[in-house]
């Protein structure tokens, strides 16, 4: 089988995403990285090609054109303006719009029949928009959401805890970003409510810690990338694996007409279903917040 992923946009969350994916178990078969910056993205592939004797799948790795979309079952948009210290992921949005209105068209017309998986901030935004461009059903565009801030979520609680981050259950939802919102009332340890083990004021702590994440990142190293990169193989193997497994992805929300990071069970088809979660008063409010601000945000965009 041709399990053909196309990375557009190549730096360092592409970059992350494809060394990811090769130091996995995983059912990708080709890999194709395509950038504006070629000659850097021909190093790229060499790189990753030298190591493939030691990774523990075989792939093929090299640099393509938008024709290679045609018969490819992901592609992965990863291009984009950074996000400098202090500038909010809302901020980028007219500058990745104007990107993105090439690029989509682009992968549409090579014959692209696969799934888009979107990374580039602010990434519910981002996927709103390669929806309305590409002309595809809704299942098959599917942003990174909040999943990455959902793992920080849990990890901060298992390092709280004691207790691995695997048997945390709990999401982040709403806008990747500073509007995002912990689901207390449908958060536990195991079968037990996390909030029996955790005050409300540490509690709070954590939804501070979590919004907070990317910008202490940004402001130490210059950006964020592993975790992303390592939250798009995961996505990746679910969805060629047929795992009908549930992420916080940015999905669409048809009432809205607008994509938010919500539980969402992903499989080979793309978006299969959602999770029926029940939200208290509190948690009703920041969702509606959140999903003004995405709004909010869209209709600023100069889309001409």
Not at 61 to 82: E, F, K, M, P, S
Not at 133 to 156: E, N, Y
Not at 289 to 299: D, P, Q, V
Request: neutral net charge.
């Amino acid at each position: 089988m041709n399990n053909k992923i196309v990375i557009v946009g190549c730096g360092n969350v592409g970059m992350s995403y494809a060394y990811t994916l090769i130091n996995q178990r995983t059912k990708v078969t080709d890999l194709i990285l395509i950038d504006i910056n070629q000659d850097k993205t021909r190093g790229e592939a060499m790189d990753l090609n030298h190591g493939l004797a030691f990774a523990p799948s075989k792939i093929k790795i090299r640099v393509g054109d938008y024709n290679d979309c045609a018969d490819a079952q992901i592609v992965c948009l990863c291009a984009g303006a950074n996000q400098a210290p202090g500038e909010s992921r809302l901020d980028l949005v007219q500058k990745n719009y104007d990107i993105f209105k090439g690029i989509v068209q682009s992968v549409v017309n090579s014959g692209f029949k696969g799934l888009f998986l979107i990374a580039t901030n602010p990434v519910d935004i981002m996927t709103y928009f390669t929806f309305k461009i590409s002309g595809f059903p809704s299942s098959k565009v599917i942003g990174t959401g909040t999943t990455l801030d959902t793992a920080r979520l849990r990890f901060l609680i298992s390092e709280r805890l004691k207790i691995n981050s695997k048997n945390i259950h709990g999401y982040i939802l709403g806008e990747h970003g500073d509007s995002e919102f912990p689901s207390w009332s449908n958060s536990s340890v195991g079968a037990v409510e996390i909030p029996r083990f955790l005050s409300r004021g540490e509690l709070d702590i954590m939804t501070d810690k979590v919004r907070s994440a990317a910008q202490e990142i940004i402001k130490a190293k210059g950006a964020t990338y592993y975790g992303i990169g390592m939250v798009l193989a995961r996505l990746t193997n679910a969805i060629l694996d047929d795992e009908n497994s549930i992420f916080t992805v940015s999905s669409y929300n048809q009432n809205s007409d607008l994509y938010i990071g919500y539980p969402t069970i992903i499989g080979k088809s793309g978006v299969v279903g959602y999770v029926p979660l029940t939200l208290n008063d509190e948690e009703k409010k920041a969702f509606d917040n959140s999903a003004r601000i995405i709004k909010e945000t869209i209709s600023k965009v100069n889309q001409e």
